[in-house]
């Protein structure tokens, strides 16, 4: 069983940037960042291959959003700058198997919320 703690959420103004920091209990996989938002499916937002070769990022924020990782401080982060409104929404960081746009993951924490102002 992994853990997954997120950090770094907040609110910002449209234009602002945060970076969100995820830290895991353990050992894990691939790693990916997915948001909710009221009355929505969970959307995928980007994932990243355990050895950081290999980087996905959602069209929607593509450009504007980075993700990386530290294998030895077993945390990913996800850069956010430029946000828009329509960023808002609570951000959770998952773990597991999956690769690419369509993302499976076998643990998940319980989010940090992003408020984006206009």
């Known amino acids: 069983q992994v853990q997954l703690v997120e950090s770094g959420g907040g609110l910002v103004q449209a234009g602002g940037s945060l970076r969100l920091s995820c830290v895991a209990s353990?050992?894990?996989?691939?790693m990916g960042w997915f948001r909710q938002v009221p009355g929505k499916e969970d959307e995928f937002v980007a994932a990243i291959t355990r050895n950081s070769q290999n980087t996905w990022v959602a069209a929607p924020v593509r450009g504007r959003f980075t993700i990386s990782r530290d294998n030895a401080r077993r945390t990913v982060y996800l850069q956010m700058d430029s946000l828009k409104p329509e960023d808002t929404g609570v951000y959770y960081c998952?773990?597991?198997?999956?690769?690419?746009?369509?993302?499976?993951?076998?643990?998940r924490g319980q989010g940090t919320q992003v408020t984006v102002s206009s």
């Open positions: 353990g050992r894990t996989d691939n």
């Open positions: 998952a773990a597991g198997p999956g690769l690419g746009y369509s993302f499976r993951y076998d643990y």
